[in-house]
């Protein structure tokens, strides 16, 4: 059974910081590209920060780079989201994502159930 479970969300006045993990379980956790999303009330969801499985190469929506860090622990199975100097923007719903793709037709994609990041002062 697979299974995101993510933790760290809360609300935290603008200019702050925040910390958001995910837990893996039922997976090779190191053979999987790891995503952070968020989904804001009446909006799409939209990829925040990405991992790659090999090499730990990262990418950033234009929104969060330069405030954010992605970072994963394959003896933990966990990858962080370090978000700093928040604003009221950030507000959404964060996801975790764990995807693997293994032929051109197999791929494997699993989402946790999403945790709240509220910034208001």
């Known amino acids: 059974q697979v299974q995101l479970v993510e933790s760290g969300g809360g609300l935290v006045q603008p200019g702050g910081s925040l910390r958001l993990s995910c837990a893996a379980s039922?997976?090779?956790?190191?053979?999987?590209?790891m995503s952070w999303y968020r989904q804001a009330p009446g909006k799409e969801r939209e990829l925040v920060a990405a991992?790659?499985?090999?090499?730990?190469?990262?990418n950033y929506a234009d929104s969060v780079k330069g405030r954010s860090t992605i970072s994963r622990d394959n003896a933990k199975n966990t990858v962080t989201l370090q978000m700093n100097n928040l604003k009221p923007d950030d507000t959404a719903v964060y996801y975790c994502?764990?995807?693997?793709?293994?032929?051109?037709?197999?791929?494997?994609?699993?989402w946790g159930q999403g945790t709240q990041v509220t910034v208001s002062s």
């Open positions: 039922g997976i090779a956790f190191s053979a999987y590209r």
């Open positions: 991992i790659g499985s090999v090499g730990g190469s990262t």
């Open positions: 994502n764990a995807l693997r793709t293994v032929l051109k037709d197999l791929t494997y994609d699993y």
